[in-house]
């Protein structure tokens, strides 16, 4: 009898450990995930090369004829790809498709020129939920500050109920006070979007290379989560898909034997914020 009372809490406490792992370190699965993995990954198509990129860019990374490029490499980056639909603000419902990086959390507008949201990272990391999204979603409307009577106003709650949820906000690093005004804590925050990427690149079958693959900082549940808990109640997920932004890595070496590397999206050729793509 003990034995097995030992057995089932054992298989607990591994339960809970592996929900935790997937949640709090997606990391962790995704590289479990890819040892066992033997298929093929989905990529959005590469539209330029890194010898494109070079001689377009030369004058800028080349400072002078001391300087010179080390040969470039080709790495992929993980996105969830979600077709969803919403209802518009004209009282109709739209459907679309939804890219979200799961390196720095933030949910892509535009193929195109890869504008981005800003703040979604922040808060899928802080663990925001569904109530302190509606205090979040409403700054954002408002530009980004507003005082305690208009978002109790607007919000049509119980004034300790606020206060629960304006605590919990402010706990998590979400907003900040200032008198009697709460603003959003993310500098030139972009939140209040349209739940659809403007998606212009067809997808394509790319060969399974694991050493070319990146690991994710986020997870597919965590991404879903947050998207449902921002987007609101009408706001549903009809299928998700793991996909991959081809990401050339372009190295200058110095003349004093430094490196200076940059990333550039293949599909559109324009430079990346390194921020995100550092491992």
């Not at 040969?71 to 498709?97: A, C, N, Q």
Request: glycine share 6%; proline share 3%; with cysteine.
């Amino acid at each position: 009898m003990l034995r097995i009372i030992s057995s089932v809490i054992g298989l607990l406490i591994l339960s809970y450990g592996v929900y935790w792992a997937n949640n709090k370190h997606p990391e962790y699965r995704t590289k479990v995930l890819d040892v066992i993995n033997s298929g093929n990954f989905h990529t959005l198509e590469a539209r330029f090369t890194p010898a494109q990129l070079m001689e377009m860019h030369r004058k800028d990374l080349l400072k002078s004829d001391k300087h010179k490029f080390l040969e470039p490499s080709l790495k992929f980056f993980p996105y969830l790809l979600m077709e969803v639909k919403y209802s518009t603000l004209g009282d109709h419902t739209g459907e679309g498709i939804i890219l979200w990086d799961l390196t720095d959390g933030e949910m892509v507008l535009n193929t195109q020129d890869w504008e981005k949201t800003h703040g979604f990272g922040d808060c899928i990391t802080a663990g925001t939920e569904r109530y302190e999204f509606k205090i979040i979603n409403l700054l954002s409307q408002r530009g980004g500050s507003i005082d305690r009577d208009g978002l109790s106003k607007c919000l049509q709650i119980d004034s300790k109920i606020l206060d629960l949820w304006l605590e919990s906000c402010h706990k998590k690093k979400l907003i900040v006070q200032s008198g009697n005004n709460y603003r959003l804590h993310f500098q030139n925050p972009k939140l209040h979007v349209i739940p659809e990427t403007q998606l212009h690149d067809r997808l394509v079958t790319k060969a399974f290379k694991h050493e070319e693959r990146s690991s994710k900082r986020f997870s597919t549940h965590q991404i879903k989560k947050a998207a449902e808990a921002a987007f609101g109640n009408d706001f549903a997920i009809r299928s998700t898909m793991d996909v991959f932004l081809p990401v050339y890595s372009i190295t200058v070496q110095n003349p004093d034997g430094s490196l200076h590397t940059s990333y550039w999206n293949a599909l559109n050729g324009k430079m990346l914020a390194q921020g995100s793509y550092i491992h």
